[in-house]
């Protein structure tokens, strides 16, 4: 009967063998990787963004139960936060066999596919940054503070702003 250590232990060689393969896939599309598998507690991968200008250095890929998922990092070596993103590589491979593909190249187009995700993982988050840094420096809407700590107001506001403002505009067109 196998032990409990004997398990972890052999959980933890598994998890190291997955990731060395997944960061010899990062590395060769281009990425550049920092390899933390010595971490006895959570070996892991740390991927530096793309992109220069985000509020994060990157994203730590690790293996959780019996898949391989990335969280925002926001350096090398502190702890992720945000929300868990599976990189379901196995479905994937999968998924290109009932395609026709050989397993060349499945395993091929896997590597490609898991790169460029990752790329536009960083490509999406610049965007999304960049569209909250410049959120109402357009001048089309009003925001009209509220006292107190009820926010529910001042969306609210926003939203008639909103509503207020493309009345008129469409009025005006309408009238011309």
Same mark, same amino acid.
């Given at each position: 009967m196998q032990q409990f250590v004997e398990f972890?232990?052999?959980?933890?060689?598994? =998890?190291? #063998?997955?990731? @060395?393969?997944?960061? #010899?896939?990062?590395?060769k599309g281009g990425l550049h990787v920092y390899s933390h598998l010595e971490n006895e507690e959570q070996p892991y991968l740390f991927i @530096?963004? =793309?992109?220069?200008?985000?509020? *994060?250095? &990157?994203?730590?890929?690790?293996?959780?139960?019996?898949?391989?998922?990335?969280?925002?990092? #926001?350096?090398? #070596? =502190?702890?992720?936060?945000? @929300? %868990?993103y599976a990189l379901d590589v196995e479905d994937m491979y999968n998924d290109y066999l009932s395609d026709g593909y050989s397993e060349k190249n499945a &395993? $091929?187009?896997?590597?490609?596919? +898991? +790169?460029?995700?990752? $790329?536009? *993982?960083?490509? $999406?988050?610049? $965007? %999304?940054e960049e569209e909250m840094r410049y959120q109402g420096q357009d001048g089309t809407g009003l925001v009209i503070k509220t006292g107190g700590t009820?926010?529910?107001?001042?969306? +609210?506001?926003?939203l008639w702003s909103h509503i207020y403002i493309g009345y008129f505009s469409w009025r005006t067109l309408w009238t011309t």
């Open positions: 972890v232990n052999r959980k933890q060689r598994e =998890t190291k #063998k997955h990731l @060395k393969i997944v960061e #010899k896939m990062l590395k @530096k963004n =793309t992109q220069n200008q985000l509020s *994060f250095d &990157g994203i730590r890929i690790y293996e959780i139960g019996e898949m391989v998922a990335y969280r925002v990092q #926001k350096e090398e #070596k =502190t702890e992720p936060y945000g @929300k %868990a &395993g $091929k187009k896997v590597m490609h596919s +898991v +790169v460029e995700d990752i $790329k536009r *993982f960083f490509i $999406k988050c610049h $965007k %999304a009820d926010y529910s107001g001042s969306v +609210v506001n926003r």
